[in-house]
């Protein structure tokens, strides 16, 4: 026998569809800045070994650094900041809720 789960007085959440689009469109760009990032990274290591035409090595290097930057600082930087932004909305929509009151 399965038992049904207790049931409690903390209300259901329901989720704003308009921030469930903000966060599925910022998870698709940060899935997509990492992606380019490791290309990058990869096209700067083949340069950097040498395996591409007469490029010079130090812009294989230069490239390794920018995509580990656009891999890892980038979407962090991304998050963060909308983060501070939906927080920021919820302050907003609490002060005005409690000048109407």
Same mark, same amino acid.
């Given at each position: 026998?399965?038992?049904?789960p207790?049931k409690? &007085?903390?209300p259901? #959440?329901? +989720?704003d569809?308009?921030?469930e689009?903000q966060?599925k ?7 997509i800045?990492?992606?380019l !990032? ?7 290591? *083949?340069?950097?070994? !040498?395996?591409? *035409?007469?490029?010079?090595? +130090?812009? !294989? #290097?230069v ?10 600082? +980038?979407?962090i ?19 005005? &809720?409690?000048k109407?009151?």
């Amino acid at each position: 026998m399965t038992q049904q789960p207790e049931k409690s &007085d903390d209300p259901i #959440y329901v +989720a704003d569809p308009e921030k469930e689009k903000q966060a599925k469109s910022l998870h698709f760009m940060v899935s997509i800045i990492r992606l380019l !990032g490791i290309a990058i990274l990869m096209l700067g290591i *083949a340069i950097a070994l !040498g395996r591409l *035409a007469n490029i010079p090595a +130090a812009v !294989g #290097y230069v490239l390794v650094i920018i995509g580990l930057v656009q891999t890892w600082v +980038a979407p962090i930087m991304m998050v963060r900041s909308f983060v501070k932004r939906q927080v920021a909305e919820e302050a907003d929509k609490e002060a005005s &809720d409690e000048k109407i009151l």
